[in-house]
């Protein structure tokens, strides 16, 4: 059998080996196992699940969830990883990479290997992968094209820069198999194309000669309808048992359930259903012989497909550890190698250039934060976006995490950041300080940050973070503050410590949470100080905690050690989590029990024996550290007793301000009061005078004739003249306006004068509230001012405009006029309903339009407002032309009366009273 896809066999050649990065550490069986406890410590597993949840393909989920992820063997390959981290942090930036069509081929190629066909849809899976794999190194190279720093994607790009992305192989089942109709294509093989050609030719003849055999039968009535069908893989047709007789020499393939119909192959259709039988088997068997085929390709390129899927692995985890380092706001760490000639001889040995250190800290770590409380504390910030800083109280969680409690906004669960400052030449960090202060959560941060470091990940932390590379982390990390301590505890403490020293090499990580806890303080001390001796010479680092003080003397007599100690609050006797780095903490416990209520005399007793079990110079060190504390105290407390001081002026001063306003407005009210009633005393004085005038007027009018009634007349009239002018004011006063005020409690709408606003209109948007103040709005601004701040309008007086800025006051009539007089003018007033707040419906927005668009919109605008209305044009600042195209406007409209131009309370907006 020939087949026709010659053209697409790959030419020979041997399989590609996988890459391998030569270890320049040579791990034993016995550190391995040592290592994966501590990451089991660690909860490297949780980080890496953390991880799972940025992957995009099912390799790198099961990676991932199985801890799999690829951890650096030497500072080469760690930085390499990091690089690719970086370069795919920048291209999420721009955009997401397509990785669905990229499957995991394991089973698939298990199964060729071992000699079976595989399906069209497992060949399609092949197919799809392939062509997505060659897609995504196009992508890659063509942002690493038009990126200005193209050598930033390179690390990415020499991921899959090796890789044969078999497409040969690819074409070759694209020819023969169409995956949409999951079909084998008849130019598969010629022997198939012929074959098919073959069947189908014959398929007609036999599909033609049993349709006119049916129409036959039917024009007999041998059956009700033509029908054919098909009965042990043969064409047959269907007729009545009773008419058989109408197909001689036919055969009886099957009979329906009851009897009656008869399934008979005609005599002439036994060869062409012969022919279709063996052409039908032909085409199963080339069928399979092209599947056979595909697969033995397939087996045969086992090694480049599992070689370009593990490349295709390392793509998904870099752009999977991108999006977690996006996701938690990461930073890229920088690997530090502590003195000049360490630093140059790793260099050399590891290929790699390093920059050189501008500081004397070889671990510089600020603000770094537990990765696995991120997830919940960044679902806390996104469902409180109201968050803001306040007193928070921090826990310590069972599994040595930190976590914190915002008492302020209920928000749980927030890890508390750490800082790092260890100098070069550090080889011995001994943290102290009191239980659930921290320490333990402080040593699985630098042990997670230092994992994730070498494993390519960006850090949480509020710098850029500098440390060293270490081929071995291994901690001793677990839960000591049980009173449950045993020899058992102690034994398997020491246990996993002699595995530490036996495996750990100068480029060790060592973490020891409690070191010789759980025996006796005495041995456990010397047992303590004799393993940090011998971790001095043998590790890059150790970090241990304790509660043994002797161990915090150590500094003094060797510079490689460092103290540190967890900062506690005696004021409050809670932990601030804070790490005190060159300082030696205490674990309080006599001041934690004589806060509690402990008897006097038993905390002065244990007080005594703390002083015999401590060195000597240990209580003076103490002392000048508690000297210099309190003076720095001292120190604080006078600023900020000065602070009070002046805060406290300044209020009086304030108070006397308010106290005189207030005075001046009361004594404002009591003489306008008292002016207003000695006015009322005149006018009742000149009504008497006058009343006397006529009495006398009308007495002597009877006994008078013509010519002296005239007299009298013009005598009465100088009298009457003589008390007017003695009683006229030379300016008028409020006389009603005070009384008002003073009694006059403004309700939610009413229109008040303002004085603060100097005496404009503004409406009360808010009822009056207890503290004596009310909200009033002027235009857009709603302002708060006491209730003796503003003035009551009378009936008579409003008038229908919004403010008294820009509109003529109607002059009161003379006070000579009678009061018909007054209401007669008062009906010619426009009165108004327009409102002095406003909304979308009174308002119309011209800025960004052109002039004739201006002009339309508020021509319709005004057109629209409702009589005696209120109509606020925005039309914002700009060149100008829109604001004087709309003034050009305003002016003519014969539906304006008047508008107010663009001023403090309304910037960019021009209102328009219309008619």
Known sequence: MQLTCNLFIPVNKPPIPRLSFKPRFCYSSDSISVQADSLKTLEWHSICKQLSAFTSTSMGSSAANNARLPIGRTPHDSQKLLDQTSAARLIILQQQLDFSEIHDLTDILSIAVSGQLLTIPELC???????????????????????????????????LQSCNFLVGLEGKIEFCVDCNLSVILDRASEDLEIIRSERRRNIEILDSLLKEVSSQIFRAGGIDRPFITKRRSRMCVGIRATHRHLLPGGVVLNASSSGATYFMEPKEAIDLNNMEVRLSNSEAAEERAILSMLASEIANSESEINYLLDKILEVDLAFARAAYAQWMNGVCPIFSLGTPESRDS????????????????????????????????????????????????????????????????????????????????????????????????????????????????????????????????????????????????????????????????????????????????????????????????????????????????????????????????????????????????????????????????????????VEKLKPEQQQERRGVLYQSLQEEKSRLKAQAEKAASVHAEIMKVYSEIQSEAEDLDRREIVLIAKEAQQVQEELEGARSQMETVIKKFETKLKSLGRDQLNSLIKESEAAIASIVKAHTPAVGFPISDADRTASYTPQFGDQV??????????????????????????????????????????????????????????????????????????????????????????????????????????????????????????????????????????????????????????????IAHVK
Request: charged content about 20%; aromatic content about 4%; proline content about 4%.
């Open 125 to 159: 899976t092949v197919r799809r992968t392939l062509t997505a794999a060659r897609e995504l190194f196009h992508t890659l190279k063509h942002l690493a094209s038009q990126a200005n720093h193209s050598h930033r994607y390179s690390p990415l790009l020499e991921i």
């Open 346 to 609: 790793v260099a050399e040995e590891n290929d790699i250039s390093i920059a050189q250190e501008d500081d004397d800290l070889t671990v510089n770590i600020e603000g770094m934060r537990h990765p696995l409380l991120l997830e919940s504390s960044l679902e806390n910030i996104s469902e409180n976006l109201t968050l803001r800083s306040g007193n928070s109280a921090e826990l310590v969680n069972g599994n040595g995490t930190v976590a914190s409690t915002d008492t302020s906004q209920g928000i749980t669960d927030f890890p508390v950041p750490v800082d790092f400052k260890i100098r070069n030449g550090t080889r011995v960090v001994v943290i102290s300080g009191p239980n659930t202060g921290g320490k333990t959560a402080s040593m699985k941060t630098l042990g997670l940050a230092s994992l994730m470091s070498k494993a390519g990940m960006h850090l949480p932390a509020k710098t850029i973070p500098k440390l060293p590379w270490y081929d071995l982390i291994l901690a001793d990390i677990g839960d000591h503050q049980s009173l449950e301590q045993n020899l058992s505890t102690f034994s398997g403490h020491i246990s996993r410590i002699r595995k530490f020293l036996e495996v750990a090499s100068k480029q060790s990580l060592v973490l020891i949470d409690e070191i010789g806890g759980g025996t006796d303080p005495s041995e456990g001390v010397a047992l303590s100080a004799s393993i940090l001796r011998y971790l001095r010479d043998h590790v890059n680092l150790a970090v241990v905690t304790t509660h043994y003080a002797d161990l915090s003397t150590m500094k003094e007599k060797d510079n490689r050690f460092e103290n540190a100690a967890m900062e506690f609050s005696l004021e409050t006797l809670q932990p601030t989590y804070r790490v005190l780095w060159g300082c030696i903490g205490d674990s309080n416990a006599l001041s934690i029990a004589q806060s509690i209520g402990f008897d006097k005399n038993i905390i002065d007793h244990a007080q005594k024996w």
């Open 753 to 910: 004068r303002v004085k603060g606003l100097g005496g404009k209109l503004a409406r009360v948007v808010e009822s009056p509230g207890d503290d004596g103040t009310i909200l009033v709005q002027y235009g857009k601004v709603k302002v708060r001012v006491k209730k003796n701040g503003i003035r009551a309008i009378p009936q008579s007086a409003k008038t229908p405009t919004t403010s008294s800025a820009t509109h003529q006051r109607k002059q009161s009539p003379p006070k000579g006029e009678s009061q018909g007089k007054l209401e007669t003018n008062s009906s010619n007033v426009e009165l108004s309903s327009s409102p002095v707040v406003q909304t979308s419906k009174n308002t119309v927005d011209l800025r960004g339009m052109r002039l004739e668009e201006v002009a339309m919109h508020l021509e319709m605008a005004i057109n629209a407002s409702q009589p005696y209305s209120v109509l606020f044009v925005i039309h914002g600042m700009g060149t100008g032309a829109v604001k004087e195209r709309t003034l050009a406007i305003l002016q003519k409209h014969p539906r304006v009366t008047n508008y107010e131009p663009e001023s403090p309370m309304n910037y960019d907006c021009t």
